[in-house]
T-cell receptor, first 114, second 113 residues
């Protein structure tokens, strides 16, 4: 089982609140990713990082922000949550380089904004 | 346009039966194709990876095939078990820069006793 952790697993929060979704990995991977996934739909990349102090926006526009101060930690922040942010958020990591690019996923955070 | 399409969208089979899931892609250039299993409420877990030169790869009761000419892949599950109930996602790596990931929408498999 992959050593990548996400907290909280479930979060119900009111509109306008600031939230931070935590993601940590102990595999020493340089690359980390955040995906958004609605029920029954495909994963959409919203942020990724090549390493410390590197962050990039993904394919799907998101109002969230990320930071990468430490290799093992890649938190995602929503400054003001809205009902449209309700979704599952999956964090993943992979080694830098190599041809296989296997991503190891965390268990996800199910976010509900009321 | 780089796309990954999977079929069927959902599938219900009896325990012990076999099934085959399909993945068609238009990603170019192609680096590799990976099948993931995603249990409800969990993150995806890699089952197999296929590179351009490979056309069959097995992982226990899971066998993946790849036809790089027709850009099609299949995942065959033998002697299904209740624990096989999950979403199966096809992910193709490639595109400009050759390291972008393109996700299919997945096939939702339900195995019933």
């Amino acid at each position: 089982e992959a050593d990548i952790y996400q907290t909280p697993r479930y979060l119900v929060i009111g509109t306008g609140k600031k939230i931070t979704l935590e993601c940590s990995q102990t595999m020493g991977h340089d690359k980390m990713y955040w995906y958004q996934q609605d029920p029954g739909m495909e994963l959409h990349l919203i942020h990724y990082s090549y390493g410390v102090n590197s962050t990039e926006k993904g394919d799907l526009s998101s109002e969230s922000t990320v930071s990468r101060i430490r290799t093992e930690h890649f938190p995602l922040t929503l400054e003001s949550a809205r009902p449209s942010h309700t979704s599952q958020y999956l964090c993943a990591s992979s080694e830098w380089g190599g041809r296989t690019y296997e991503q190891y996923f965390g268990p996800g955070t199910r976010l509900t904004v009321t | 346009k780089n796309q990954v399409e999977q079929s069927p969208q959902s599938l219900i089979i009896l325990e012990g039966k076999n099934c085959t899931l399909q993945c068609n892609y238009t990603v170019s250039p192609f680096s590799n194709l990976r099948w993931y299993k995603q249990d409800t409420g969990r993150g995806p877990v890699s089952l197999t990876i296929m590179t351009f030169s490979e056309n069959t790869k097995s992982n226990g009761r899971y066998t993946a095939t790849l036809d790089a000419d027709t850009k099609q892949s299949s995942l065959h599950i033998t002697a299904s078990q209740l624990s096989d109930s999950a979403s199966y996602i096809c992910v193709v790596t490639g595109g400009a820069g050759a390291n972008n990931l393109f996700f299919g929408t997945g096939t939702r498999l339900t195995v019933i006793p």
